[in-house]
């Protein structure tokens, strides 16, 4: 049977009220592929904004959902470790992937530092006309009038482009680095997924593809691709190969499934209020601000995970040494003690940018300002071009509770 939309926020805002405050779980994958986890996650900032979950399959968690809190764990990391995983999660002992994200200082400050000139002001200067050609290319290619995936054809690829440009990486494999990024993430309900071990061979032929291109490197001088640094880094050059894919992981996923799923949000978002989608196309200069807003509206990340480390007070309650701590960036963007009208997408929000998408702290996202810059490219590249990016079907969202997005999106262009 086919459920309409607005049925099924309706029976989840039913559910989400009449259940035991115990029972919610907001982890679970199911509730994001279908887009109902939110009046779950607003019952806990009323409620229960530091809420224990006794039970779950990968163990108990606490859930921190209101903007200040969130905001209280992410500046703290003495108290709240990164390590050993930034999702909820628990890495397998038998196959651990060491990456910066989910290291606590003094080495994740040192490798932090090593790759932070791909993506410095200089470099964003030097790439920002590379991605526009692209992004202009991308939309020359497309058929207007006939029906696309916008997923595909314009989101992936962008981003795909600029991540291999970032690594330098041989230009007609780049749909690998899309493929491992998927894989990466990818869960037991992900059609990507085949088997645990299938997963962990994919890869492993990822970082052999890798160590090949760190081999040329690291005997060639010094460049600003994100090989090069890591392979002449001094905190960098001497990891293993676990390390080694680790980091490579994190730079594949943190550059690509975010900014993908922020383009096509951006897309959705204009969509379901064409009354922005007028005001946007009536004044381009509202670019930046419409993206702030929409990273704030998409949060492409929705959780990042802690460890406390000692008995900590945070909202009433005492979590324990050892304990998980999943941050809802998710829910609070969407903190409405905080953000005015927090559930409209409205691009002349005064101080868009202040939102929990890219965190606080020392982990806040490096890639923060390539992500906008290639959001802001590809908005005046369309406005040049388009009258409407028609979304013309249901999307299909990613069945995961920690990256927030899209696998399918029907479109069709309108002609300026
Ligand atoms: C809209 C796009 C993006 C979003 C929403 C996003 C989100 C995030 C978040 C939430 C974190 C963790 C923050 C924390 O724990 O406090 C993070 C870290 C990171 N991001 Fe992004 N990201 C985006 C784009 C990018 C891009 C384009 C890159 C490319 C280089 C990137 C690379 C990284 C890296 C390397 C880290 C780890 C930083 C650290 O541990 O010090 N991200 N990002």
């Known amino acids: 049977m086919n459920v309409m939309p607005r049925d099924l926020h309706k029976q989840a805002r039913e559910r ?18 279908t887009d109902t986890m939110w009046p779950y996650f607003e019952r806990l900032r009323k409620e229960d904004p530091v809420h224990y979950q006794a039970e779950h399959e990968f163990g108990p968690y606490w859930s921190i959902t209101k903007y200040n809190d969130i905001m209280a764990v992410d500046t703290n990391h ?16 038998d196959f651990r992937l060491p990456m910066f994200i989910a290291m606590d200082p003094p080495k994740h400050d040192a490798q932090r ?3 932070t000139p791909a993506v410095s002001p200089m470099n964003l200067e030097h790439l920002s006309p590379i991605i526009r050609e692209r992004a202009a290319g991308i939309l020359d290619s497309l058929p207007v009038g ?13 981003t795909t482009m600029t991540l291999a440009t970032l690594f330098d990486f041989p230009w007609e494999d780049r749909r690998k680095l899309t493929y491992w990024s998927d894989l990466a993430t990818a869960g037991p309900n992900s059609p990507l997924f085949i088997s645990p071990e299938h997963k962990r061979g994919q890869l492993m032929e990822c970082v052999n593809y890798f160590m090949t291109l760190w081999n040329e490197r690291v005997n060639a001088p010094p460049k600003n691709d994100l090989i090069s640094l890591l392979a002449h880094g001094p905190s960098t ?30 897309v959705l978002a204009l ?14 200069s509202l670019i930046p601000n419409m993206v702030s807003e929409t990273i704030r509206w998409q949060t492409p990340l929705a959780h990042m995970r802690r460890n406390a480390t000692r008995d900590v007070e945070l909202g009433g309650k005492t979590i324990k040494k050892g304990e998980k701590v999943v941050m809802w960036y998710v829910s609070g963007n969407r903190d409405e003690t905080v953000i005015e009208r927090p559930n409209d997408y409205w691009i002349e929000r005064p101080r868009a940018r202040q939102h929990l998408s890219f965190g606080f702290g020392i982990h806040r996202c490096v890639g923060n300002r390539l992500a906008e810059l290639q959001l802001n490219i590809i908005w005046e590249e369309i406005l040049k071009r388009f009258h409407t990016i028609e979304v013309t079907g249901d999307v299909t969202r990613v069945p995961s509770s920690f990256v927030k997005g899209y696998e399918h999106m029907p479109a069709r262009l309108h002609a300026a």
């Open 113 to 115: 530092k090593t790759v």
């Open 271 to 284: 969509n379901e209020n064409p009354d922005q989608y007028a005001k946007l196309r009536e004044n381009p």
């Open 78 to 93: 003495a108290d709240f470790s990164s390590e050993p995983s930034i999702t909820i999660v628990d890495p397998k002992d």
């Open 237 to 266: 050059r001497n990891m293993d190969q676990m390390e080694y894919l680790g980091n490579l992981i994190l730079l594949i996923v943190g550059g690509n499934d975010t900014t993908r799923n922020t383009i096509s949000g951006s």
């Open 146 to 158: 006939e029906e696309f995936d916008w997923v595909d054809k314009v989101s992936i690829e962008l």
């Open 16 to 33: 989400a009220y009449s259940m035991p405050l115990s029972e919610i779980n907001v982890a679970d994958p199911e509730l994001f592929r």
